[in-house]
């Protein structure tokens, strides 16, 4: 078809033959480019110089300009409206732009915070008292704009709640007081207990730090807007607020105090927990979950006695709960992958005491 369009009489013009032969214009004048190009005999659109490009000297200027003490970490148009105000006219934005990409400093200009690097918390739990995790979560009421916050203190092994406030603040003092009277009521001695939470004000105040440390108490704490890292509260808000009979607003604190309480006890003796093998958190944390599990196996033996016939995989077994909780376990590719399969690696180290003050060490 090129042929064809090459050799047409003089007499047929292009637009006539294209629409002839079904072709499209732009095309031919394309392939005709290409194929000067190609031949050697002409230059690209792209290779050609532009009468209307700055000079090399003139863009060293500009380079040397952007790249001065007083612009060197300022962006493009800002330089260029700077300028200009003085009378000065260089280049346009987007040429100045072009300048920084050839020597590959094209983006921010500004000195700019290092990537963020915290380590992900590990944690295992293989019987009560070992990882606790807990969390704030926000009461809507009645009035508007009005909030009372909740705090949680839960048993990783078991679930088991092990302390709860309702308050109209959020604050370090409420959390140091809950983990003082809660410690001391299930006898929580140094060095046996590892606390996980959030990065929130409270659990990252110093007094709250200090305290606990000075108690022995390991400290851990999620990465910075990651909720996976504390899945276990986070789901136990979720149980509490999509139960049938919750308000959804309070009328004021002692309501909400009053539902919070009736609540936990379901929670804690009725609500059979479907991460426990579906024992309650209390038989758990007792360790009553054992003699409930007996309890069960002789229904199920009962049954399959009557009709063996029903149970096509054989004589069925209570399930027990899983002997360890882990945050955030490694996979089996993480490992192959080079993954360290350590736990209970804490993100906030303990407090050592140095020159009569405590020094805080942020992994």
Partial sequence: MNVLI??????????????????????????????????????????APQPRALLPEERRHVYDTLGSA????????????TLLERGIYLCSVSTMHRILREHGENGERRDQRAAQHHAMPRLVAQAPNEVWTWDCSKLATRARGVYLTLYVVLDLFSRFVLAWMVSRKENSALAQQLMAEAT???????????????????????RYIDQLSEMGVMLSHSRPRVSNDNAFSEA???????????????DHSAHARTWCGTYFDWYNFDHHHAGLAGYTPEQVFTGRYREVAEAKQRALDALFAQHPERFV???PTVAQPPKSVVINPVTPE??????????????????????????????
């Fill in 184 to 206: 001391a009521r299930y006898r929580i001695t140094s060095g046996q207990l590892t606390i996980h939470q959030d990065r929130g004000a409270p659990m990252t105040a110093h």
């Fill in 6 to 47: 090459t050799e047409r009489p003089e007499s047929v013009p292009l637009q006539a033959a294209c629409n002839a032969l079904g072709l499209n214009r732009s095309s031919v004048y394309a392939r005709r480019r290409r194929d000067t190009v190609r031949s050697g005999s002409g230059v690209s659109r792209k290779a």
């Fill in 236 to 250: 136990q808000f979720k149980t509490q607020k999509y139960q049938p009979d919750y308000p959804g607003k309070f």
């Fill in 334 to 363: 993480q490992l192959a992958a080079g993954a360290s399969a350590e736990v209970n690696f804490p993100t906030l180290t303990r407090v050592v005491k140095a020159r009569s003050k405590y020094e805080l060490s942020l992994n």
């Fill in 70 to 81: 007083q612009f060197c970490n300022q962006p493009p148009v800002e330089v260029y409206q």
């Fill in 313 to 315: 995989a054989g004589r």
